[in-house]
């Protein structure tokens, strides 16, 4: 069974960077890479979940317009981890991240996190 787990959430003021990490487990992303979608979402209290970025199976990658130049996404196929490197954060970033794991086309998810919370103080 695929399981997910988020961490490196935290609070920082605007300006600042945190690194998100998804440590996944019941998959190996060596093997399966060549089929998965992997991508973070995020969710501000009273907002609807939005997509933040994902990485496709051929290794590229998708950016949300509100973070295209202050997010990257990677993959660590030896970690089978999925990263998230944010910089400049901004208040509107704060929110619940959620890593999110699909078997298919991008950005389609079958898998989630519990979620790490990112707050961002003005």
């Known amino acids: 069974q695929v399981q997910l787990v988020e961490s490196g959430g935290g609070s920082v003021q605007a300006g600042g960077s945190l690194r998100l990490s998804c440590a996944a487990s019941g998959v190996n992303f060596s093997y399966y890479g060549r089929w998965l979608c992997m991508g973070w979402e995020r969710q501000a209290p009273g907002k609807k979940r939005e997509g933040v970025a994902f990485?496709?199976?051929?290794?590229?990658?998708t950016y949300g317009d509100s973070v295209k130049g202050r997010f990257t996404v990677s993959r660590d196929n030896a970690e089978n981890t999925l990263h998230l490197q944010m910089h400049g954060l901004q208040p509107e970033d704060t929110a619940m991240y959620f890593c999110?794991?699909?078997?298919?086309?991008?950005?389609?998810?079958?898998?989630w996190g519990q979620g790490t919370q990112v707050t961002v103080s003005s």
């Open positions: 990485i496709d199976k051929d290794g590229a990658t």
């Open positions: 999110a794991l699909g078997w298919g086309s991008c950005p389609s998810y079958n898998y």
